[in-house]
Structure formats: structure tokens, C-alpha cells
């Protein structure tokens, strides 16, 4: 067990990049600008970050690049998830002589594992609430997202469970518009989900999204549960760490975690370290965004970040996450994830990828399910698209020829 | 009163500027990728994001530059600043299209007024809790940042009230280390302070690093209030919006908001956006960096953040702050401060720039009163240099020559 905490940056810097690197470790830790009396060796060796530097290859940027690897002792902050940050993501990036830095990967010294507590629900949890053992979960998000009353969206949400959805969400612009106020819509919403598993024995796994004040969120969340609701949203962006860490003490339901905002968190953070933290915090589900998004984000790196929240944290204390994949995604996207990412450990959403489908809902989730049937049987999307009405016309529809 | 939150950006893009206004404006309201039934006019008309864009002269990049408004509703969300931030700055700044984007501004109807409470001491409380009706605060941060003891820091208090010092600050690094316990450290560097102020009628500020979890921060609060501490310290970006609200309420002391985290968060957020949103929170000093500071910034940059916190924010509810200025600030940067600002409202904190007087801690102090009573009487530097000795040596250890 390491009594270190280490972090690893990506670095561009046309400076000399051992002092570079020094200067960096000394700010986060023991050193200042200048030299002062009290730090002696004594204080610097019981204290000082540790650092070492390494050329790397990088044909993305006409700077030199580096691999900067920084680790503190634990004695210096103790097992704080909310005080890592300002640790190994606070006042480092804007120092002069760093053209670009990049926090790429953590590792945290077991003591954060006694201290926060992971996802309750994770891929299992989820998977028993919703009934569905194996097969990757198909989702969509309200939409439209904002502008729907608490009504409209109870109708869609019936529409949706009459299609045979196994997972819906908020959009992470809807917590209590005065326009489609939370308790109406749980109210009304639920009263539909309840309604239809009694009906069929499954029950829809709605996300409600909390996001707000944490009083508000604990009694939305109450709320969620004495509805029968499995689920709530929140955006971690908005919410921060403290806030997150105050209410997973108090949740009972799986958290499914939005990342909205991740266009500029990720200019200091890679999403393998950004998530480490979180799902130690107790996340269940994450998003990760989709293959061939409406985002600017390469489809490795998309799979990367999949992948990484399907990868033990602490061997005895796994924190294995469900990856959200979402924006943009139809029917075009599911034989690329699954040949990518060979897990059906998935929840899958799809918006204006089912809602836009000519053949309206009930044939926008079939085809979607289809899609994936197909490609966790190996046929291809052409092939199954011949005798699956459903997913042809998605095909027609969401296809390159479109 | 507008009904309608609006936000300004610096977008840069290669792309047609109209037509990726209109997608941005439509992913962060009722729009998708794709048209979907739902989306009809008739919700359009109520809930979709108004936006206009023109171009703008930018002589700091290659790219076309534009200046994009955009308006939402205020029924969409309500009046709460945790949701504000996935509609202003959640899932925009990485759409196809967009090479950069900054959010520059944003005006708040005045319901958010109405629902938070701003801050509670801001430059008159926290002037009066000091006992200076005046002049600029002179402050410090304890440096070495990590590595000392409770009983190392106390100490160190001991010299910094006996040099007359207004106002010091933990580290961001230091919270609740083990190897500094907070508890003990508010203990120690309490009698020092309480003694101090019994003999000499001042009690000098220590804003306390409470940033942890939201019931430690809550203790840790009632803590300094029953040791007669008059300040608290808090990392925004590590708490967030939800956890800093919920602790905004319980609190009965000054807040000193710390923006560690900055050079990333920066990517999507021009500082006068930011500070707008955590004044109206409820935070009473924000920090702004500094001129010719240890970081990237330009000096035109923080005289702006700083000028941003002076500024109303509601006629009724102006919410002014006391920026605080840090980052290698020495006696050099007095003068070039106050001739940008000519407001003496300001908590100016030299770290390195006061241990590292080459006559101690008094001397430091002494001399950082000096350059700030020099510069507001009009007096150059090296003028005030020749008749005060420990200004004299500081211009010698902390200017161009040195």
C-alpha cells in the first residue's frame, strides 16, 4: 500500500522542463516563488512533492511534450477526496513557463477506500432494479429537453414505456423549471412507470435529475423513493464534491452522474483520472459520451473512458461503474461500441436517435434494440436491416446516406 | 426586470457563425441533433434560447472570433444558480464546430436575488471585524504552504501579529493535513491571535481552511466562531456550488473564497462571469490573482476581475466583494495596484514576498505598509525607498535588480 498520492500530467512547455517540473512540485506543495526561512530540508523532505520528468513523443502538438509524474505524501492532506483537488488539480496549470498541462491519471493510497464509500448499485444493483441481467440497457433522455410541462413529459414517458425502454432520464437542463415542476413530473411520471410494471413486471428505471440545493436534492430524493422511482441524475460539474459527498450519504437509489461542463473541465483533466474520483465518491453511472458524437471527442478516447469505469479501482474495493454512452447515438453506433468496448455492461442512450425514428417511438426503441442484437450476434447492420423493419428505417434515417 | 438569463461568449470557429449559433443555442435549450416531433413551435416560442451573434475584431487568434448572446427563459430552470450552470456552461463548448468558446458575461433576472443571500460581511463587515475603516488589508498566507506543524504555525501567527499583520490565510494545500490537524491548528493559532488582540485592540483575521466535507466544514465553522476566529476559508471549485450554498446558510462568519482550480476552469469562463455567480452565493473575498503575478495572467486581466467584484451586481442587491490579490505579490506591486485601481478596498497578501524580507517577518510587514502608503500618497517607489529602510531592503530582495 502506497502512502503517496500520484498524479501523472501530460506537459507542453518550451521551457527547461527539469526546473519547470521542480517550480511545479514546489508550488503544490512546500515551495514558493521565492525562497523563505522555513523551508528547510527537514520540512522539505517530510513534505516536498516528489517529481520526476520524461520526453514524450507527441505528434498532436508542435511543443515539446512530457510525461510529468508529481506525488505527495499523505501526511499533507490525509484521505480528502474534496482537498486532493486542490492538490493535484488547483494552481498549477497557469504557471508561467506551462504551455499546456494535463492531469492524466491518478492513484490514490488505500485510506481513501475506508473513507468514501464507492457506488452502492453499480452494474448489479442497476441491472436487479431494472430486471435486466445481461443484455446492454437502451435508453433515451426526454426530449424535447426543456419545454415540455410535467404533463407532456408524463405522456412521452408513457409512450416510452409501452415501447419497452428500459432506462430514461432527465435532460440535464430540466431539474424544477417553473415549467415542469420536479414533484408534478416524479408525480405524474411515476404514476406511469408504476402502472406499467404492474402490468408487465418490469420497471423503468427513471433518472430524475436532482440537481439543486442539497436540502432540495435529499427531499427530491425521498420523494424519487416513496414513488417507487430507482434512480436520480445529478450534473457533478454543478454539484462539486462536497455537495456529492453530503448527499451520497444520504441516497438509497443508483446516482447517475452528468458530466455537463466536461468541454472545459477537460482542458486541465483527462477523463481516467476526473472519474477515479467520482466513482470513489459513489457514483453508479457514468457518462462517457458516445462513438461518433455531436461532441468534438475521438471515438478512442470515447472507449477509453468506457473501458476505464469498467476497471477495478482498489483491487479489494473495485468501484466498477456502469459507462453512459449518449450524444448522438442511433442505431448506427451500436456495432462500433460493441465491437470496441465487448461489454454489454452499457447503458445506452439515445434522444433525437429514437424520437426523430419515422416509425415513431414504439419502432425507435425496436430498432435501436435490434441494432444491437445484430451486432452482439456478429451479423452486420446491412444484414440485419433486411428482415428488421424497424432498424432498416433507422438505418434510412440516422444512416450515412440519409 | 428581465425575465430572461442571458449570457455573452467569445466564440472562435471556422464553421458558418449563424448557423452553429443556432445549434448551440438549440442543444442548451429544446433542440437536439436531429428535428424531433415534439419540438413544434408552439414550445419553441416558450422555450428555446433567443441568440445573436456578430464579429468581433480579435487580433489574438487566427480564427474568426465572434461575440454570441444567447437568452433563456427563466421559466426553464428557475431561479437557481447550481442549475444555471448546465444551461450557461454545460454541454456547449465542445460541440462540432466550435474551435474555442468562453462564457464572457451573464445577467441574472432579479428572482435570483430573491432566493440567495449574497454576502453577509463583504468589504464593510469584514473592515469592521478588523478594526481598519481604510486603508488596504494587509495580509499573508502561510508559507511554507504544507509542512509545518499546528504548533510550526502558531508560531509563525505569533510573528505575524506581533508585525502588525491584518489578516493571514491557510494554504489551499492545508486543511485538515495529519500531519497539521485542523483542530489543533485553530486551537494554537487562536490563543496566539486572542492574546494578541486583548493586548493591542486589533484582532487579526485567519481566514481558516475549512474546504472538506460539508458537515467537518459546518463543525469546523462553529469551531472558529467559539475560538473567536472572524474568517473562514473555502476552495470553490473543490466544494462546488451545491456544497458552498448549503454551507452559505449555516454560516456566521466572512468567507474567503479560494479559485485553486482557476487555470482550468478558465478554458470555458471569463472571471467576470464566474465571480458574479459566487458573489450572489454568498462569498465575501475573492480571490483575483495579481499584477505581474506568478502565473500567466496579464495585469489588464486582474485589474478587470478586480474592478468585476467592486461592482454591483443587483441595484437592490449589489453584492460587492472584497477582491483579494495573491500570487508573488511583493512591495513592487502596491503601486502599479493602486494606480489600476484607486480603491483601497482591497486584502493584499504577500506569501514569499514577506517571509523572504531579508529582516524577518516585522520588517516585511512594515515594508508592504510602506509601498501601499507610498503608492496612495502619491509617492514613487524609489522615493519612499531612500527614507523607510525596510521598503528599502525589499525593493532590493523583490525588484528588477534583484
Redesign the interface.
Known amino acids: 500500500m502506497s502512502e503517496r498520492i500520484t498524479a501523472t500530467y501530460q506537459l507542453h512547455t518550451k521551457a527547461d522542463p527539469e526546473r519547470l517540473a521542480a517550480t511545479i512540485a514546489g ?13 528547510d530540508e527537514a ?2 523532505a ?3 512533492a516528489h517529481w520526476h520528468i520524461e520526453a514524450l513523443p507527441d505528434m498532436s502538438s508542435s511543443l515539446p511534450s512530457y510525461r510529468l509524474t508529481l506525488s505527495w ?6 484521505p ?1 477526496l ?2 486532493v ?3 493535484v ?8 513557463g ?1 504551455d499546456a ?1 494535463r492531469l492524466m491519471d491518478i492513484e490514490l493510497p488505500s485510506a481513501f477506500a475506508e473513507v468514501y464509500p464507492g457506488p452502492a448499485f453499480g452494474i448489479e444493483g442497476t441491472r436487479k432494479l431494472i430486471g435486466i441481467p445481461k443484455a446492454p440497457l437502451i435508453g433515451t433522455i426526454i ?6 410541462s410535467a404533463a ?1 413529459t408524463a405522456a ?1 414517458v408513457e409512450q416510452l414505456c409501452a415501447a419497452g425502454i428500459d432506462f430514461i432520464k432527465d435532460d ?8 415542469c415542476p420536479f414533484d408534478e413530473r416524479l408525480r405524474l411520471c411515476m404514476q406511469v412507470i408504476r402502472r406499467h410494471a404492474e402490468k408487465t413486471g418490469h420497471k423503468v428505471m427513471y433518472a430524475f435529475n436532482l ?5 432540495e ?1 435529499k427531499r427530491r430524493h425521498d420523494k424519487v423513493l416513496s414513488e417507487g422511482g430507482t434512480a436520480v441524475m445529478l ?1 457533478l ?11 451520497r450519504r444520504h441516497a438509497q437509489l443508483p446516482i447517475h452522474a ?1 458530466r ?10 483527462s477523463y481516467v483520472a476526473w472519474q477515479k474520483l467520482w466513482r470513489l465518491a459513489g457514483v453508479d453511472h457514468m457518462h462517457v459520451n458516445g462513438i461518433a458524437n ?4 475521438a471515438d478512442d478516447s470515447v472507449i477509453a473512458s468506457a473501458r476505464a469505469c469498467l476497471q477495478p479501482l482498489f483491487a479489494h474495493k473495485p468501484c466498477i461503474v456502469m459507462p453512459v454512452f449518449s ?2 447515438q442511433t442505431v448506427m453506433q451500436a456495432h462500433p461500441t460493441w465491437e470496441s468496448l465487448q461489454s454489454t455492461d452499457v447503458i445506452f442512450l439515445a ?3 429514437l ?2 425514428h419515422p416509425g415513431g417511438i414504439a419502432a425507435g426503441v425496436r430498432a435501436l434494440r435490434q441494432s444491437w442484437e445484430a451486432a452482439m450476434a456478429g451479423v452486420s447492420l446491412q444484414q440485419a436491416a433486411l428482415s428488421h423493419r424497424e432498424l432498416r428505417e433507422a438505418v434510412a434515417t ?1 444512416g450515412p446516406t440519409a
Open positions: 508550488e503544490q506543495s512546500s515551495g514558493t516563488f521565492v525562497a523563505i526561512p522555513g523551508e520540512l522539505k517530510r513534505a516536498a505524501p499523505l501526511a499533507n492532506l490525509g480528502s474534496t482537498n483537488l486542490a492538490t488539480a488547483g494552481n498549477l496549470y497557469e504557471l508561467r506551462v498541462l426530449k424535447p429537453s426543456v419545454g415540455l407532456d412521452l440535464e437542463l430540466q431539474a424544477d423549471g417553473p415549467a440537481t439543486g440545493e442539497l436540502d436534492m450534473s460539474n454543478s454539484v462539486g464534491m462536497t455537495g456529492f459527498n453530503a448527499f452528468h455537463n461542463g466536461w468541454g472545459y473541465v477537460q482542458a486541465g483533466w455531436k461532441f468534438q471527442e450524444s448522438g434522444g433525437g436517435g424520437f426523430a440516422f
